[in-house]
T-cell receptor, first 112, second 115 residues
Framework: DAKTTQPNSMESNEEEPVHLPCNHSTISGTDYIHWYRQLPSQGPEYVIHGLTSNVNNRMASLAIAEDRKSSTLILHRATLRDAAVYYCILSGPQGGSEKLVFGKGTKLTVNP | EAGVAQSPRYKIIEKRQSVAFWCNPISGHATLYWYQQILGQGPKLLIQFQNNGVVDDSQLPKDRFSAERLKGVDSTLKIQPAKLEDSAVYLC?????????????FGSGTRLTVV
């Protein structure tokens, strides 16, 4: 019962930017948009999260649409180590959204 | 800081046997979660602890699965008896407070194969 929609897979070339989209048309006003990624044979790893404004950290940038019904995770220069499954998750303090509910995510392949 | 520790890393058992997994969260993290990840799917929450109390176990198959978190630190997840469909990776995660704000840190998981 994930509340987000992501493409099943995407491909990128090494050292090029990657834009991973996520649709969440039923987002509530208190839901944060979270991104986690899961490298092969590892547990999910936190990438970034935001509420309304765009966010940047050392790993990625998160661009949030003005109506908050969609967002995009931006990897500025993909490396082979960025090949992973990327999960977009809504979670917040209300309405049963307190826990992370994972969908199937987007499998990112990075070509050398 | 040290990450979330899980053991064993791999386990193979026969159906109807029992198995236990261990998790040591990040020091000071009050909230602990167990997730089950079947191949090709995203992780599914089984149980959430706040300190040593259960907050949510609505998705835990209680006829065969049990979990405890004594003293609010380490946690164990047990399956007895195991079924073939329990083959999955069992992930432990912890959070310093409300996970939706502070984020979760996951361990590398225990891969269980039931034959």
């Amino acid at each position: 019962d994930a509340k987000t929609t992501q493409p099943n897979s995407m491909e990128s070339n090494e050292e090029e930017p990657v834009h991973l989209p996520c649709n969440h048309s039923t987002i509530s006003g208190t839901d944060y948009i979270h991104w986690y990624r899961q490298l092969p044979s590892q547990g999910p790893e936190y990438v970034i999260h935001g509420l309304t404004s765009n966010v940047n950290n050392r790993m990625a940038s998160l661009a949030i649409a003005e109506d908050r019904k969609s967002s995009t995770l931006i990897l500025h220069r993909a490396t082979l180590r960025d090949a992973a499954v990327y999960y977009c998750i809504l979670s917040g303090p209300q309405g049963g959204s307190e826990k992370l509910v994972f969908g199937k995510g987007t499998k990112l392949t990075v070509n050398p | 800081e040290a990450g979330v520790a899980q053991s064993p890393r791999y386990k193979i058992i026969e159906k109807r046997q029992s198995v236990a997994f261990w998790c040591n969260p990040i020091s000071g993290h009050a909230t602990l979660y167990w997730y089950q990840q079947i191949l090709g799917q995203g992780p599914k929450l089984l149980i959430q602890f706040q300190n040593n109390g259960v907050v949510d176990d609505s998705q835990l198959p209680k006829d065969r699965f049990s979990a405890e978190r004594l003293k609010g630190v380490d946690s164990t997840l047990k399956i007895q008896p195991a079924k073939l469909e329990d083959s999955a990776v069992y992930l432990c995660a912890s959070s310093s407070g409300t996970g939706w704000y502070y984020g979760y840190t996951f361990g590398s998981g225990t891969r269980l194969t039931v034959v």
